[in-house]
């Protein structure tokens, strides 16, 4: 049988415990990335519905380089270069593809490419389908991307450096070190890719990210994923016009994919105009987090992170989905994660706090977690 391969695989993914499926949405939101509550809220809804009836296509209906080109995408990435405080930016469909293809545009052979070892899975495929060697470093660890630097150089490395990172961690929720990685970047004339994903919106000030510190600098290529707190879809690329031109020029995934639609160019512009104009929503999170790892405490399982992002490690597969599971019966949107997703022994449930839920929800969905888990070993 020709797919006795893909049967025999999916078979072995059941029996780990480690198999996935589709489900619906359903129950109080402790599980998406819309952590700023603009997937759904009016002023994106009239901002797109507004465009629809002033004859911005659905469909771009081409390439960049074609007539894909549309004003949309060029007023996005106006707004968002002075959002950012960057020369230039550029708009891709998807956060992964943004990732992908900077990967595989800018580093060049010859270069070194040092990957934190827990970035996201658009990074590894970036690193390998690209030119560059590439490394990995210690987690959150500034001394071991320098030491993987070293000893490249040591045997001969004479490539330009880039150092890539997340500024905060998806599965953990914790923060990058990025004044260390700085430094480094600054040591050995590297650059610094940083994946801002998860904090574009929710941290820096107005929303403008972890590394609005460092707005400017000619060797910083930040990626702001449009589709989490943002509440749309696709990725900015923030950089120098130089290497923006160059992925103009030369970027695979940029010249022969169709553009992104012109409405999600206005659907995020206007969620920029919002985190200007709105910094409550910011803010109310940020009390949110608070609130949540105050209650939290010293409960065991839990790993205080600091941020939006909260997993409660639990370790064996079958547990952890049978956790995840007691809680949606209960009404509460919480997924099991598991390997290759995160190392194994670590499966965990991902709580995410948003603002689409308020304190007495948080309150009642640890309550309902202490009562699934009691007598349990731990």
């Known amino acids: 049988m020709k797919a006795s391969s893909y049967v025999a695989a999916l078979d072995a993914l059941k029996n780990d415990n480690r198999l996935r499926s589709l489900k619906p949405r359903a129950g109080i939101d402790f599980s998406s990335n819309d952590y700023l509550a603009l997937a759904g809220c009016q002023r994106m809804r009239k901002a797109v519905s507004a465009a629809v009836e002033a004859g911005t296509p659905i469909g771009a209906g081409g390439s960049r380089l074609l007539r894909g080109n549309c004003a949309e995408h060029e007023s996005l990435e106006t707004e968002a270069a002075r959002f950012f405080g960057a020369e230039a930016a550029i708009f891709f469909a998807s956060g992964y593809t943004a990732n992908f293809a900077v990967l595989t545009t800018l ?14 899975a658009s990074i590894h495929e970036g690193a390998r389908a690209g030119r ?37 961690y998806s599965m953990d929720g914790d923060f990058a070190p990025l004044d260390a990685l700085n430094a480094v970047a600054d040591r050995h004339d590297a650059f610094l890719m940083v994946d801002e994903a998860h904090a574009t919106g929710v941290f820096g000030p107005g929303g403008r990210g972890l590394t609005a510190a460092y707005e400017g600098q000619e060797n910083l290529v930040a990626i702001h994923t449009c589709g989490k707190a943002l509440g749309a879809a696709g990725a900015l690329v923030t950089t ?19 553009a992104p639609s012109p409405l999600m160019a206005v659907a995020v512009q206007e969620a920029l105009s919002i985190l200007r104009d709105e910094p409550a929503r910011q803010q109310r999170l940020a009390g949110l987090i608070g609130f949540a790892h105050r209650e939290i405490g010293a409960r065991e399982g ?22 995840a599971a007691a809680l949606q019966a209960r009404g509460f949107d919480i997924r099991g994660i598991r390997p290759p997703t995160v190392p194994s022994g670590t499966a965990r449930l991902r709580v995410s706090l948003t603002n689409n839920v308020d304190e007495n929800e948080v309150r009642a969905m640890l309550d309902a977690l202490v009562e699934e888990t009691a007598g349990e070993p731990r």
Do not use: Y
């Not at 580093?107 to 996201?120: A, E, I, T």
């Not at 490394?135 to 959150?140: G, L, T």
């Open 132 to 168: 560059a060697e590439f490394r990995f470093s210690a987690h959150n660890d500034a001394d071991s991307m320098e030491d993987v630097i070293r000893a490249w150089r040591s045997k001969g490395g004479t490539g330009r450096i880039w150092i890539v990172v997340e500024s905060l």
């Open 107 to 120: 580093p060049q052979r010859g270069d070194l490419l040092v990957l934190d070892q827990l970035v996201h």
């Open 302 to 323: 839990w790993r205080l992170s600091g941020s939006q992002i909260l997993p409660f490690i639990v370790g064996d597969n079958a547990r952890a989905m049978a956790l």
């Open 240 to 258: 120098t016009k130089l290497l923006r031109d160059f992925i103009v020029n030369r970027c695979r995934p940029f010249i022969f994919s169709t």
